[in-house]
């Protein structure tokens, strides 16, 4: 059975103090890693997708990579205004939908 | 503007009684999907469609129906079956269902509470 575990389940930095946030995954036949954040009461927004091991992305303070068997969500000298929930999702070469972690809320204090 | 738009944003129901959630789009995409989220859980999906006049079911699927008669339009019934509904429902597109690495893109979510 496919599955996405997110780390750690909450995360509280000063601004400026860079972490990471982590995403493991036992998906059979990965085709894709995807990155949403979403805000409270707010759907999600895509952020990227990666697709083969050694891969990264970035945009902004926010860079993701991508082994076998995890994904990384590295945040560079967060600021406030990057507050949010980030869910980490797979999809295999069976299923049209996305499997889901349940996500880091991350909490970036002035 | 492109995108995706869901109503109500909020959503009461009542015992007993049948709801629809709306969900439109308007870029162009094939594919549609539903995803019911709950406090401290991942997205779990609950239907989707490839094309038109074509839908199937996904994990969590008892207690809802979909119809897709527009390609713009996924709308989603959740009826007195359902005994838990409340949650954040969200709708979901992509260009394709061909290949599962196409890119989801979420609407805004609607709030189905229970009176």
């Known amino acids: 059975e496919d599955q996405v575990t997110q780390s750690p389940e909450a995360l509280r930095l000063q601004e400026g103090e860079s972490s990471s946030l982590n995403c493991s995954y036992t998906?059979?036949?990965?085709?894709?890693l995807f990155w949403y954040r979403q805000d409270p009461g707010k759907g999600p927004e895509f952020l990227f997708t990666?697709?083969?091991a050694g891969e990264e992305k970035e945009k902004e303070r926010l860079k993701a990579t991508l082994t076998k068997k995890e994904s990384f969500l590295h945040i560079t000298a967060p600021k406030p205004e990057d507050s949010a929930t980030y869910l980490c999702?797979?999809?295999?070469?069976?299923?049209?939908?996305?499997?889901f972690g349940s996500g880091t809320r991350l909490q970036v204090q002035p | 503007d492109g995108g995706i738009t869901q109503s109500p944003k909020y959503l009461f129901r009542k015992e007993g009684q049948n709801v629809t959630l709306s969900c439109e789009q308007n870029?162009?995409?094939?594919?549609m999907y539903w995803y019911r989220q709950d406090p401290g859980q991942g997205l779990r999906l609950i239907y989707y469609?490839?094309?038109?006049?074509?839908?199937q079911k996904g994990d969590i699927a008892e207690g809802y129906s979909v119809s897709r008669e527009k390609k713009e339009s996924f709308p989603l019934t959740v009826t007195s079956a359902q005994k838990n509904p409340t949650a954040f429902y969200l709708c979901?597109?992509?260009?394709?269902?061909?290949?599962?690495?196409?890119?989801?893109?979420f609407g805004p979510g609607t709030r189905l509470l229970v009176l």
């Open positions: 469609s490839q094309i038109v006049n074509d839908f």
């Open positions: 870029l162009n995409h094939d594919a």
């Open positions: 998906v059979s036949g990965l085709r894709g």
């Open positions: 999702a797979g999809s295999d070469t069976g299923r049209r939908a996305l499997t």
């Open positions: 990666l697709y083969s």
């Open positions: 979901a597109s992509s260009i394709s269902a061909r290949s599962s690495a196409e890119t989801q893109y």
